[in-house]
């Protein structure tokens, strides 16, 4: 994928981990805009749904999604005439919500809190949706059906690729 955005678009590829502005550590989530989304969601089976916003209802109402610039990362940037074209691969993973493993967020005045490992994938997700720009996020299951005629723009804003029947932040109405 870099090399077709890198030749596309007369673009570099950033190999070396991007760093990011320390701004992105001060903005907290909004834990409860992003139950309001979630409340609303028809994509997400029930079970997940429900799984997840239990889990984000014990959370404080702000959190931060990283708390050192270095757990900030992006799958590809690419930087065209100056600005940073980011993009983000998620794979299934991203929308199972299934992994249980503790891990950590933490409160806006920096205490630790365990949280189940998809919920911080679900913040750190949502953060970079609601943050970064440009962003591209391409799911996994839209680009094995689009892979073969798929043709990457580096576009501002927040493009997401994702099928129409599937879960995804740009449908949660926000």
């Known amino acids: 994928m870099a090399e077709i955005l890198r030749s596309g678009f007369d673009a570099e590829h950033v190999a070396d981990k991007w760093e990011f502005e320390p701004e992105l550590l001060t ?4 834990v409860t805009e992003l139950i309001r989304a979630l409340e609303a969601d ?14 984000l209802k014990k959370l404080p109402c702000e959190v931060r999604a990283f708390n050192a610039l270095s757990q900030i990362n992006c799958d590809l940037v690419v930087l065209r005439d100056g600005i940073p074209y980011f993009w983000e691969f998620h794979e299934e ?17 920096g205490r630790g809190i365990e949280v189940p490992r998809s919920i911080q994938r679900l913040i750190r997700d949502w953060k970079r949706f609601k943050n970064l720009r440009p962003l591209t996020i391409v799911w996994s299951d839209w680009f094995e059906e689009h892979s073969k005629s798929y043709q ?8 997401e690729l994702g099928l129409a029947n599937r879960f995804g932040f740009s449908k949660l109405g926000l």
């Open 152 to 159: 990457p723009k580096l576009q501002p804003g927040v493009v």
């Open 93 to 109: 993973q991203h929308r199972k919500l299934s992994d249980n493993r503790p891990k950590k967020l933490h409160s806006a005045d």
């Open 42 to 55: 028809v994509h997400l089976t029930r079970h997940k749904r429900t799984k997840a916003l239990q889990a």
């Open 27 to 30: 903005q907290i989530v909004d």
